[in-house]
């Protein structure tokens, strides 16, 4: 049975979301997930929340990578930081034209329909403003938890963003995000203490990290 007004899934970008990001990765040797993925995703499973993962794998379309590639990697980053309820993946190049890749909403929703969950009720966690746009026009809510390769344009643009990971989930553990810049109230060694007030001096003072625009297009 739904939970109203609660986050039945989050759907996370792969490559500089849940994993640091190497370009064209077709080595499962090379993924690192990012600081507080574990913790994050803990918590989700914790609280009966899906979680899934929607990436842009445009390298298959390239000629970079092969299929068996991609799956080898997501292979790893399942193994690491899964099991995941849902997985979608793209593998085709900006100009393929298909309703798939981010922008675009089709994996959203694709990702929604197999977990049986109403769009309306996932968030779309990501680092670039095309996760965010996927998620708006598939009508889920759309978290950025800018790095590096983030724009200044898409961070302003951002309806809701985080300082890093778990501050994002935390954000979610109890409905749909509320407020532009999601805080965490304590550090992540107490990110499990659930309960009681939160002491004002955990505060998490959050500036962007310094942004780029000379990212590999995914």
Known sequence: MSRPSLVEAVLFDRDGTLVHDVPYNGDPERVRPVDG????????????????????????????????????????????????????????????????????????LRAAGRLGADPADCVVIGDIGADLEAARRAGAHGVLVPNEATRPEETAAAEHLAPDLLTAVRA??????????????????????TGGPADPADAAVWRAPASGTGRRPR
């Open 172 to 193: 979610l553990l109890h409905g749909p995000p509320q407020g532009r810049v999601l805080v965490d109230e304590r550090p992540i060694e107490r990110a499990y203490d």
């Open 37 to 108: 993925a574990r913790e994050a995703l803990a918590l989700l499973r914790e609280h009966g929340i899906a979680t899934g993962v929607v990436t842009n794998q445009s390298g298959v379309a390239r000629g970079l990578l092969t299929d068996a590639d991609v799956r080898a990697v997501n292979d790893r980053v399942d193994e690491l930081l899964g099991p995941f309820d849902v997985w979608a993946v793209c593998p085709h190049g900006p100009d393929d034209g298909c309703h798939c890749r981010k922008p675009r909403p089709g994996m959203i």
